[in-house]
């Protein structure tokens, strides 16, 4: 079974600042995505960031990239730049590539951008 | 593009009836959609994986005779919580993809309160 683990509950950052989010995943599978899932107050949850496995290159997206690590099992999420709006509940997400496709979701860390 | 509707986004009904949530994907084709449940500051527990056309395969824990899933059409699928308890007050969330591979796109969620 794959696991996700984000370890840090929660963090804080000044705007305009950036920040790395950090996330750790354990799979015996060789073909997979990893998503990085943003949660603000209204609980709906929006697609930061998408990397496939067998890209060797990190997937940037504006202000938010990656830093895929697949030996280490590591995709850490930095946001540059910092808004208010990016405060919000992010989850780090595994999903196998085939079969049902299921997201496993780690236990997300609640990110505070300060004025 | 890609856009889920969930309804409705709030409901409270009393202990031992039934509510049913519905989900839609409104500019796509969804053969599989994904019904998660989540604890108030928790992540997105996943209860089953409801396929088009067929039953759907429930995760481990989830009880299926409580939580009915019907996904009748390629657009629709349906969670009915049934004779429910306070404990099943929660927030519940579908979603779905448009294709093998593609990023989940999620509903707007339903915050359940059982009285």
């Known amino acids: 079974a794959q696991t996700v683990t984000q370890s840090q509950p929660e963090m804080s950052v000044q705007e305009a600042e950036t920040v790395t989010l950090s996330c750790t995943y354990d799979?015996?599978?060789?073909?997979?995505?990893l998503f990085w899932y943003k949660q603000p107050p209204s609980r709906q949850m929006i697609l930061v960031i998408r990397q496939e496995a067998y890209k060797q290159q990190n997937a940037t997206e504006n202000r938010f990239s990656v830093n895929f690590q697949k030996a280490a099992k590591s995709f850490s999420l930095k946001i540059s730049d910092s808004q208010l709006g990016d405060t919000a509940m992010y989850f780090c997400a595994f999903m196998k590539q085939g079969g049902s496709e299921k997201l496993v979701f780690g236990k997300g860390m609640k990110l505070t951008v300060n004025p | 593009g890609a856009v889920v509707s969930q309804h409705p986004s709030r409901v409270i009904c009393k202990s031992g009836t039934s509510v049913k949530i519905e989900c839609r994907s409104l500019d796509f084709q969804a053969t599989t959609m994904f019904w998660y449940r989540q604890f108030p500051k928790k992540s997105l527990m996943l209860m089953a994986t409801?396929?088009?056309?067929?039953?759907?395969?429930?995760e481990q824990g989830v009880e299926k005779d409580k939580f009915l899933i019907n996904h009748a059409s390629l657009t629709l699928s349906t969670l009915t919580v049934t004779s429910a308890h306070p404990e099943d007050s929660s927030f519940y969330i579908c979603?779905?993809?448009?294709?093998?591979?593609?990023?989940?796109?999620f509903g707007n969620g339903t915050r359940l309160t059982v009285t």
């Open positions: 409801s396929n088009e056309g067929s039953k759907a395969t429930y």
């Open positions: 799979t015996s599978e060789n073909n997979y995505y």
């Open positions: 979603s779905a993809r448009t294709q093998g591979g593609s990023p989940l796109h």
